[in-house]
Structures are given as C-alpha cells and as structure tokens.
Antibody
Framework: EVQLLESGGGLVQPGGSLRLSCAASGFTFSSYGMSWVRQAPGKGLEWVSFISGSGVGTSYADSVKGRFTISRDNSKNTLYLQMNSLTAEDTAVYYCARTYSGYVLDSWGQGTLVTVSS | DIQMTQSPSSLSASVGDRVTITCRASQGITNYLAWYQQKPGKVPKLLIY???TLQSGVPSRFSGSGSGTDFTLTISSLQPEDVATYYCQRSNSAPFTFGPGTKVDIK
C-alpha cells in the first residue's frame, strides 16, 4: 500500500524558512516523480512543484519560483520542500503526491499545515 | 501559461441525477487532463486521467470525455457519497495547473 507522510509544518514568521518532508513507503520511490500541492484555507488546489524520479528534473509554480526548492533522497525514500522568504500567502496545507506518467497525482499524503504569521 | 476554468462553480442536484462538470483549457492540451475529487475535510483523490481513463477502484458512474480544450466529467447517477469538490488539472507540462473547482452537493 502506498503511504505518504508529510511533516515539518508549523507556525513561522513572515520572511522565515521551513523545510517540509514527505516519507514514502509501499512503492519503489525512485521510479516515480513526486509533487507538492498546496491548499490555502477554504481555497482550491494549487500545484507547487515537481521533481523527477532521479531528482534531475524539477519545475515550480511562478508563485514560489526562486523561494522554494524541491529535492529528494532516494536512499531515504524522502521528498523535501525547502521554503524560504515565506509570506502570509504561503499559508496552506501542503500535500505531497506521487506523480506518474502524464504528471498525474495518483496518491496523496494527509498534508501538513504551514501558517505564516507574526 | 495555460489557464484552466471550470463551470459551474457549484451545483446542487438530487440523488440519481446525471451531473456534468465542464473544464476548459485556454490552449489545447490534447488529452492530458485529470479529474480529482475532494470530499469535505479529506485528501484529494484521483478519479480520471488521460481525460477518460477511470482510475482503479473508482465507481463506473464517473466518466470523463473531451480533448483539446474542452473536457467534461459526468456522474451518471449522483449518490450522497459524491458530495465533494471536483477539480480538473492539466497534466501535459508544467505548470500543472488545477481548475478552480466545482462544488457538488445534494438538493
């Protein structure tokens, strides 16, 4: 069974940084791309970032480009999202999702809440 | 960037009704379109990919169609457990934009 478990969320001040993690199990992690998707309170889904299975290919939404960095450690079956220069607009539940051919998100974690506030 | 729109933004229908949700891309995306269901307080779930391929385990009352810029998600007979917000998503190239969502509830 595919399991994705996010961690690292919490309260951070504007301008601060946070690193999210997503521990994966139940599948061959390195064979799949992975994505981060966020959802602000009461709002819709926003795709944030994607990384290929090897980690070589990455892409970002314009709203986070230059501030967020996606990475992965295939030896630890873990996906990361380093978030810098956070603003209130980054407040959201962040989901990691397994991503396969055609960039379809077929399995999602439970999400971790990031709150940016002073 | 390609923009995704959905209509209606919300709808209310009776149990057993046929429900159709439309998704439109601002440019052609061939069949690189996925649909997700998010029930209240729950995690999104993949329903359909490649515009019309039903994900394993999804009830057959759900179906998708379309190509290019116009796509539809159809629930052939609405059930109480289908109360949710439905999102389309382009899946051909980054950014993998979601539509704004369509909220479905029971009349």
């Amino acid at each position: 069974e595919v399991q994705l478990l996010e961690s690292g969320g919490g309260l951070v001040q504007p301008g601060g940084s946070l690193r999210l993690s997503c521990a994966a199990s139940g599948f061959t992690f390195s064979s799949y791309g992975m994505s981060w998707v966020r959802q602000a309170p009461g709002k819709g889904l926003e795709w944030v970032s994607f990384i290929s299975g090897s980690g070589v290919g990455t892409s970002y939404a314009d709203s986070v480009k230059g501030r967020f960095t996606i990475s992965r450690d295939n030896s630890k079956n873990t996906l990361y999202l380093q978030m810098n220069s956070l603003t209130a607009e980054d407040t959201a539940v962040y989901y990691c999702a397994r991503t396969y051919s055609g960039y379809v998100l077929d399995s999602w974690g439970q999400g971790t809440l990031v709150t940016v506030s002073s | 960037d390609i923009q995704m729109t959905q209509s209606p933004s919300s709808l209310s229908a009776s149990v057993g009704d046929r429900v159709t949700i439309t998704c439109r891309a601002s440019q052609g995306i061939t069949n690189y379109l996925a649909w997700y269901q998010q029930k209240p307080g729950k995690v999104p779930k993949l329903l359909i990919y490649a515009a019309s391929t039903l994900q394993s385990g999804v009830p057959s009352r759900f179906s998708g169609s379309g190509s290019g810029t116009d796509f539809t998600l159809t629930i052939s007979s609405l059930q109480p457990e289908d109360v949710a917000t439905y999102y389309c998503q382009r899946s051909n190239s980054a950014p993998f934009t979601f539509g704004p969502g369509t909220k479905v509830d029971i009349k």
